[in-house]
């Protein structure tokens, strides 16, 4: 008998709408579900550096069980550079560094200080730490939707922003869909196995959750980016973003009302960026700006010169490693104490 050539044919169902209502439901049953794990996964292993520190600085304010002495705001240049345990051990005092990341802003840092001071009244000295391209900066609302407090916080505090249709979306799908708006960070551990399942411990090395510690300079990174920061400075003139201008003069009139003393500092920064002429008429606009903003306030003060340091202590232009922020957290020690003490 001759063998048949012909090809087995698949046998289709007929189309119901009840089947095709079911083909859409577990469709969107497994979508929820690798949503959930997706979320559970960044959860407890994290692959961006900067929500994590949003994220992990809040929880450590919002699970303060006793007020603090020196309370440490600013962006990721100082939980890298100023240590608490330092400061502890030469004021005798209790320090918290809540310091986060530069896109979350001072409006992140205003949040913080108003959750402070609901919980326990005014700190008895706020230390604020910022990148000079800090301030130029708006609002980021991926940052936003990584502070663990209930939808709407950002409407409870002061100053509260409206975030909008497209905003509240934005934060919707940073919070809730990883799949979409986390899409970089899953690809980057699904690109490497070997790390898949590190802690978030690995971004600290430090015996404090509220310090980053860095043992190795990258010089070669310092060098790379000096030419990137001049180009910029080049390029624009000082401009304090209306957020962050908001914030800073909340910041300010907290400092008026419960009269607690302020210290606005400039981050560790590369010396050899720093005595470039371009990049010094970018940085004079800034310290004059500031040096005129916070002439406002007796309780509020700024240090316009930065603290430098050369590429072998530096993890790039404004990071510094764990030995050189021995010695900034010493001299920003000092020159808060000559402008605060009798």
Known sequence: MAK???LPQEAFQAVTPVRILLSVVYALLLVCFTNSLALWYLNYYPRNTGYLRVSQKWKLLLDLKQPVDWLILGDSSCGQGIDPSLLERTLKVKALNLCTTGDAGVI?????????????GAPRQVLLVHVYDVWHRDMLWSLVSQVPLPWGFWNQFQPSIQPGVQGSLNIFLDRYVPLYSKNLSLQDAIAKPDTLFQSRARFSQSNRPDFMFAPVADPADVI?????????????????????????????DLANRYQFPVVIVNSPIDAKLYQDQSFQIYYNQLQQFMQAFVAQSRWVHYIPEPVTFNENEMTNSDHIIYSAAQTYTKTIIKQVNALTQP
């Open 108 to 120: 992140n840092n205003a949040w913080m200080l108003s959750e402070y001071i609901k919980k326990y």
């Open 4 to 6: 048949s050539n012909r």
């Open 224 to 252: 790379a980016q000096r030419s990137d920061h001049i180009d910029f400075a080049k390029d624009h003139k000082f401009k304090l973003s209306s957020v962050n201008r908001l914030a800073l003069q909340h910041i300010i």
